[in-house]
């Protein structure tokens, strides 16, 4: 009786989402609600998570709930520390979710809600959620290794230099890339200046409780944090409606990535006490809360998608970024899909803490599920917007024009009405100066997410103070992976180094932090400037070549998957890695090659650098400061090509060497052995839960 109910249940949940689906997918004309979004998304995770991981758990994998893992067997009570499963899970959530889910699905919008949401759901069900969960569940049977490491045993040592400089390459990239975001949500924005100034001091502050005032109290500390936030987006109002005090927080783009150059230096170099793990407790505490409350807010408002299904645009002429629906959208959309900076995580903290090897599932291919989730909403939040407004808010000035009058004179040439008295009273109304041009994905996250906040909780009155709050939410945990991200890659500089001069590998020693620190700061802090001064936007440059390192990065941990998964002698299921690792190599080689060699200048960074080249070559000559800057943006144009291709290549490298592993251990004339740690039985002991989990 129970397995026909069970049956009844999950074949009402498989037509639920059928039907959705096909809503989302067939519906034309009239726009159709939010919530078909939501039932979809809810339904075919639960499907994935059911079916799907059950099968790469119990039939891949073989996980084994009786085997110890390194968190048991390592225990040093520093890093190896068997933990909660559901702490774990919060963690390794918190670690994953960085900007990528909230920003990458706004900026795809422009092709239409559809494109995005297909490939946010197929994409992590059969993609995301199984590199996270294999990662994971490898890095546990090697003692915690790292991606690099685990690269470097199984397909040989090019594997493992050719990680390593993707990982350097892709946190570079990254971090250059998230600033910019912020600078942009920032910029001429003087309650949100203050708003996220005031985060620096809180977390100090913070540190200090926790260490000093109140040890270990981390959630009277995070409680303590949450409040004094929340009375700085209130402040910030107050800042920006005092003449006197306003212009102080009234900064340039130019300025704000100065101070957050600075900023992500003095936090590579400062105890990680004082700054890094206070703010982490505040983003996470916020993070979770948010993304709880929107979801709330969207079911209760059940909000209508004004952006079609597919716009004009998927043909490759959207003013956010050049490029049609393929590859493009696939880049754009990584984190929420697939995401190769999940690999770093599934082989960094999270596998010294995993207690059972059956917690794997829960923990890698659930907490990318949560992931996916944020991105639907994040794409809800892009399309119940008005297309007018979406466009007017993410478009750069160098394709709608300068004006507001201009601007919304081209958008609505477009088919997609909107006026500069409607963006003035938007803007009022969010308590901002101006809405044109902020570009980045972020403001207008927060315009969507204020909308449903406001319809949900406080009405209209309330709009500004959300849309601070969602600004505050996104700029908090951004500057979170910031700090984070700088803090990695100065390790692994510095490990690098070391092989060079020894007193260099030495983390503790404050020469070598403050050397590595300034050459990781500098590297990302590059790429930042190149961005605040892109005519074009910056976002339309650097945001595809992300996605690229991105999904590069992805290619190479479902490289070392596949090469562990045919050693193990379970070729025969070796299509759950090597199905996303044929897409992903299709998708971002494409796209790679269009970003360097496509006709069009807005898509390829050489093509783009020629036309300037003409530029500058043109009579009469251009006078010197546009010279000047000609010829900055034509080195940035090259120099982004350059930085595609060689990553590109290694990563062909790395592709051809795995076929290579993979023909001699398929033929026989290579030993199927994995470097796996020896078996040793747990003294913890497994729930009856768990021996159920492993065996059904």
């Not at 109140?214 to 910030?236: A, C, N, W, Y």
Request: net charge positive.
């Amino acid at each position: 009786m129970k397995s026909i109910v069970r049956v009844l249940v999950w074949t009402c949940v498989a037509a639920i989402g059928a039907l959705s689906l096909a809503t989302i997918a067939i519906h034309r004309g009239e726009p159709i609600n939010a919530m078909w979004l939501v039932l979809a998304a809810l339904c075919t995770y639960a499907l994935g998570y059911r079916f799907y991981s059950k099968f790469v758990a119990a039939k891949v994998l073989a996980l084994d709930p009786r085997r110890a893992t390194p968190a048991e067997r390592l225990e040093n009570g520093r890093d190896f520390v068997p933990t909660n499963k559901w702490v774990v899970f919060g963690h390794h959530f918190a670690a994953i979710a960085g900007p990528g889910p909230l920003v990458g699905p706004v900026l795809a919008a422009q092709f239409g809600y559809l494109p995005g949401t297909i490939w946010i759901l197929v994409g992590a069900v059969l993609g995301g959620c199984v590199q996270d969960f294999v990662v994971l569940l490898f890095s546990v049977r090697r003692d915690g290794k790292s991606l690099c490491q685990m690269a470097k045993e199984e397909i040989g040592k090019l594997g493992g230099f050719v990680a390593f400089v993707a990982v350097i390459a892709i946190l570079i990239i990254l971090l250059g890339l998230i600033a910019l975001v912020v600078v942009n949500a920032l910029k001429d924005s003087p309650w949100g200046v203050f708003t996220i100034a005031m985060t620096i001091p809180i977390a100090l502050l913070m540190g200090v409780y926790l260490k000093y005032l109140r040890p270990g109290k981390v959630l009277e500390t995070s409680l303590l944090g949450f409040v004094l936030v929340m009375l700085s987006v209130i402040g910030g109002q107050w800042v920006s409606r005092s003449p006197g005090i306003a212009g102080y927080f009234t900064l340039s783009a130019s300025v704000l990535a100065i101070l957050i150059i600075i900023y992500g230096f003095a936090a590579s170099v400062l105890p990680v006490w004082l700054l890094l793990a206070p703010r982490d407790y505040l983003s996470t505490f916020v993070k979770l809360g948010t993304i709880l409350i929107l979801a709330a807010g969207i079911i209760a408002v059940r909000p209508i998608l004004h952006m079609p299904a597919l716009t004009r645009f998927i043909d490759g002429t959207g003013p956010i970024f050049a490029g049609s629906v393929f590859p493009f959208a696939f880049i754009t959309i990584a984190c929420g899909a697939i995401s190769g900076f999940h690999s770093l995580i599934s082989s960094g903290t999270t596998p010294k803490m995993i207690t059972h090897e059956t917690e794997a599932r829960m923990v890698g291919y659930g907490a990318m599920l949560a992931e996916s989730f944020v991105a639907i909403m994040a794409t809800i939040a892009a399309c119940t917007m008005m297309p007018g407004q979406y466009f007017a808010i993410n478009s750069p000035a160098g394709i709608v024009g300068k004006t507001p009058e201009i601007a919304t004179s081209t958008i609505t040439s477009w088919g997609f009405p909107i006026s500069a008295t409607e963006m003035a009273s938007l803007a009022k109304a969010v308590g901002e100066q101006n809405l044109f041009n902020r570009t980045g994905g972020a403001p207008a996250f927060a315009v969507g997410m204020a909308h449903i906040f406001a319809n949900s909780l406080g009405g209209e009155a309330l709009t500004a103070i959300w849309y601070h709050f969602a600004i505050m939410f996104e700029a908090l945990f951004i500057l979170t992976v910031l700090d984070a991200g700088t803090r990695v890659a100065r390790f692994m500089l510095q490990e690098a180094l070391g092989h060079l001069w020894q007193p260099l590998g030495r983390t503790s020693w404050y020469p070598s932090i403050l050397t590595s620190s300034a050459l990781i700061v500098g590297a990302w802090g590059y790429f930042l400037w190149q961005g605040v001064h892109d005519p074009v936007g910056g976002i339309n440059s650097l945001w595809p070549l992300f996605g690229i390192a991105n999904q590069l990065l992805a290619i190479v941990a479902f490289c070392v998957a596949t090469t562990i998964i045919i050693k193990m002698n379970k070729a025969r299921f070796a299509f759950v890695t090597i199905v996303p690792l044929c897409w992903l190599v299709a998708v971002t080689f494409t796209a790679s090659y269009q970003k360097m060699f496509s006709s069009n200048p807005r898509i390829a960074f050489l093509t783009h650098a020629q036309t300037l080249v003409q530029q500058l070559n043109s009579t009469p000559a251009p006078a010197a400061a546009q010279a000047h800057q000609l010829s900055q943006l034509i080195f940035n144009d090259r120099f982004d090509a350059l930085v595609n291709g060689i990553l590109v290549l290694l990563v062909a490298l790395i592709v051809a060497s795995s076929a290579w592993e993979w023909l001699r251990v398929l033929s026989g004339r290579k030993a199927a052995e994995v470097k796996e740690a020896p078996f040793v039985p747990t003294r913890l002991g497994a729930s009856p839960e768990l021996e159920q989990e492993a065996v059904s």
